[in-house]
């Protein structure tokens, strides 16, 4: 009975571990770089990208073998005690985890569907004031890093078009009336690099 505890709680940390792992090359940059203040740390994590196939796969077969566990019929046969009801080893625990999963899941591959709209009102008066720069970013591995990059810079007021590419390795931003260098800033503080930059 021992083993068959354990085997349940295993699986079911195996597959909470690989859904967190799927966001680290995400999270990871921005831990080191606001808490420890690494800067550029992004490239530390960019390999990570790699293994979120496998990290996925993992998730879903423990969390599936977790499910088999709870639900396959139970041995009447025996003179045994029924265990106690915990809510750790209940159905609803196993249903969270998977919801828990699920979501991770979610915002690894489709991050957008998780930041709210920054779309904003600008009222351009001086066309001569629009200047466009465009940053080669290394660090960024996926569209969770775009939207990053793109939630971090459209907080500033004057900025009227962002264009991210993970895939490039590039982030053109149209801008008016604000200092560049905070733009620079902005993304250096989620831990990417900028290699260049073009006005």
């Not at 990208?49 to 041995?75: E, H, N």
């Not at 957008?112 to 629009?130: R, T």
């Amino acid at each position: 009975m021992a083993g068959f505890k354990l085997k349940k709680k295993t699986s079911i940390g195996t597959a909470v571990f690989s859904a967190v792992s799927l966001k680290l090359c995400c999270w990871g940059p921005l831990l080191l770089t606001g808490v420890a203040g690494v800067s550029g740390s992004s490239v530390y994590f960019s390999w990570f990208i790699t293994l979120k196939p496998y990290l996925l796969t993992i998730a879903f077969l423990s969390l599936g073998y977790a499910f088999y566990q709870v639900y396959k019929p139970k041995k009447t046969d025996c003179n045994c005690e029924t265990d106690k009801k915990v809510f750790f080893k209940s159905k609803l625990y196993v249903w969270l985890v998977a919801v828990f999963v699920i979501l991770m899941t979610l915002t690894s591959y489709f991050p957008q569907l998780f930041y709210q709209s920054q779309q904003k009102e600008v009222i351009i008066i001086e066309q001569s004031n629009i200047d466009t720069i465009k940053f080669d970013i290394e660090g960024m591995t996926c569209s969770g890093c775009e939207e990053n990059i793109n939630h971090s810079v459209n907080k500033f007021d004057g900025i009227l078009e962002i264009n991210t590419s993970h895939k490039r390795g590039t982030s053109e931003i149209k801008f008016d009336k604000i200092n560049y260098n905070e733009i620079e800033k902005a993304i250096k503080s989620k831990g990417y690099v900028i290699k260049n930059s073009k006005k």
